[in-house]
Each structure stands twice: as structure tokens, then as C-alpha cells.
């Protein structure tokens, strides 16, 4: 492990002491990551959660958010990273209505945030539809 820590000296010339550095695990990993995800959708919070209808330009824009934001957990493709896939197949026997509970309540325990102070119930509900038939990759 790279030790950035060097040896230092105070200006009386004694040396300081080091800090141990540690090993970052993969659950403070993911969990900051999903932290920056909540922060950046709350910067974009208001466009999100105040549309009234799901137009053309929601569904697209909520295509957008789930590629950006979810996929900076699922994988960029969606094709999985530290968080599951997020393809049709891995979708098979589940409803639709678990998965938006999912998209808006999160996964305690878990890196999986909570989206509803976000998104709507009919916003969760269309993005667990597109995720189901394979809409969005």
C-alpha cells in the first residue's frame, strides 16, 4: 500500500508523527457514492420532482436519470458495478410495484437510497415498467 504519509519534521527539528493510513472498504465506497448520488439529484431535485405528467421529455428525462444516477452504482451500461444489474432478465418475477417501492424507499442496510423525496410514485412506477421490459439500457 502507497504510504502518502512521509516523514515530517516541526520547525524545532523533532520528527511529527505519522498517521496510519487504512484500507477504504467497499461499503464506505458505495455508501459515499450513493451520498454524491443524493446530492447531485438534489441539485437537480426541483426538475425531477415537480414534473406533472410523464411526457415524452420526462420519460426521456427519466431515462437519463437513471443512467446517470443509478448507474453511477449499477454500472454506466447498467450492466452492474457495486451495485446489481439492472437488466430485464434480473427484473423476471418480480412486480413492478416491488421495484418502484424499491426505486423510492431504497434498501436499508444497504448502499440503495431512498428516491422519494425525489421522484413521484407514477415516476417510480414508469422507470420499474422500463427497467421490467428492457427499455432502458
Given amino acids: 500500500m502507497y504510504d502518502h504519509m512521509a516523514v515530517r519534521t516541526t ?31 438534489a441539485a437537480i431535485g426541483d426538475t425531477i420532482a415537480s414534473a406533472p405528467g410523464l411526457t415524452q421529455e420526462r420519460q426521456r428525462q427519466l ?15 447498467l450492466k452492474g458495478g457495486l451495485g446489481r444489474p439492472l437488466s ?17 424507499d431504497g434498501i436499508p442496510g444497504t448502499a440503495m437510497p431512498p428516491w422519494r423525496a425525489l421522484l413521484t410514485e407514477a415516476e417510480a ?7 421490467k421490459r428492457g427499455d432502458i439500457r
Fill in 11 to 41: 520547525k524545532s527539528g523533532q520528527k511529527a508523527p505519522r498517521h496510519k493510513s487504512r484500507r477504504v472498504s467497499y461499503v464506505e465506497i458505495a455508501a459515499a457514492i450513493a451520498l454524491t448520488c443524493i446530492a447531485l439529484a
Fill in 125 to 131: 412506477d414508469w422507470i420499474a415498467e422500463a427497467l
Fill in 88 to 104: 430485464a432478465d434480473m427484473f423476471e418475477g418480480r412486480g413492478a410495484d416491488i421495484i418502484a417501492e424499491i426505486i423510492l
Fill in 63 to 77: 431515462t437519463e436519470f437513471v443512467r446517470q444516477d443509478c448507474g453511477s452504482c449499477h454500472g454506466m451500461t
